[in-house]
């Protein structure tokens, strides 16, 4: 079983609809966890990272952390044909020999 | 140019031959991170270092070979390609490993006949 499970998706929405993105792990020891967005043929790019449990807000873009159910969430609001691209969870200890545990990615796609 | 690039962009090698992917990075981030992303499987960690001199192995080292003598610069070299080394591998660099802050490279798209 790998540590990070990605919903595979593919996901496909219209325009403006709320988008809601998963990962759950299985090691309680993860402390960070990072959203990244890989537009096609490009490489990940950070859009956001949360220390330990609760929530952080970015403009559209809301993640959510659930330690206790080992569940993590990216939430896009009024999604944008821009958005489209595939999400990447990934996460990490809280120590500097750390390193990123990533899941499978969902690939999303916003129609007009 | 600013930033974090990979050379080359693409390569098509053949079975048993050496390859050397190149990363260099102007920032002068301390650490810098070689991934490998197959379709399947997301980011695997090759191999990463801390600081010049300094390197660590990742999730999947097998088969490859880093070395690091000038902070901006983190070549990756598979010593004898493999088919299953057939990927696309994407260098990435950060000022500190907390919080995290990886930048990516725009890839290397590597196919091994």
């Known amino acids: 079983q790998k540590e990070v499970e990605q919903d595979p998706g593919p996901l496909s929405v219209p325009e403006g609809a709320i988008v809601s993105l998963n990962c759950t792990y299985s090691?309680?020891?993860?402390?960070?966890f990072m959203w990244y967005r890989q537009y096609s043929r490009k490489g990940p790019e950070l859009l956001m990272y949360?220390?330990?449990?609760g929530n952080k807000e970015d403009g559209r873009f809301t993640a959510q952390v659930d330690k206790s159910s080992k569940y993590i969430s990216l939430f896009i609001r009024d999604s944008q044909p821009s958005d489209s691209a595939t999400y990447l969870c990934?996460?990490?200890?809280?120590?500097?020999?750390?390193?990123?545990?990533f899941g499978d990615g969902t690939t999303l796609t916003v129609k007009p | 140019d600013a930033g974090i690039t990979q050379s080359p962009r693409y390569k098509i090698t053949e079975t048993g031959r050496q390859v050397t992917l190149m990363c260099h990075q102007t920032?002068?981030?301390?650490?810098m991170f070689w991934y490998r992303q197959d379709l399947g499987h997301g980011l695997r960690l090759i191999y990463y270092?801390?600081?010049?001199?300094?390197?660590d192995k990742g999730e999947v080292p097998d088969g490859y070979v880093v070395s690091r003598s000038k902070t901006e610069n983190f070549p990756l070299t598979l010593e004898s390609a493999t088919r299953s080394q057939t990927s696309v591998y994407f260098c990435?660099?950060?000022?500190?490993?907390?919080?995290?802050?990886?930048?990516f490279g725009p890839g290397t798209r590597l196919t091994v006949l």
């Open positions: 090691n309680s020891a993860f402390q960070y």
């Open positions: 990435a660099s950060s000022e500190s490993r907390l919080p995290p802050r990886e930048f």
């Open positions: 270092s801390a600081a010049a001199d300094i390197t």
């Open positions: 949360t220390y330990s449990s």
């Open positions: 990934a996460m990490i200890f809280n120590t500097n020999a750390g390193k990123s545990t």
């Open positions: 920032w002068s981030h301390s650490y």
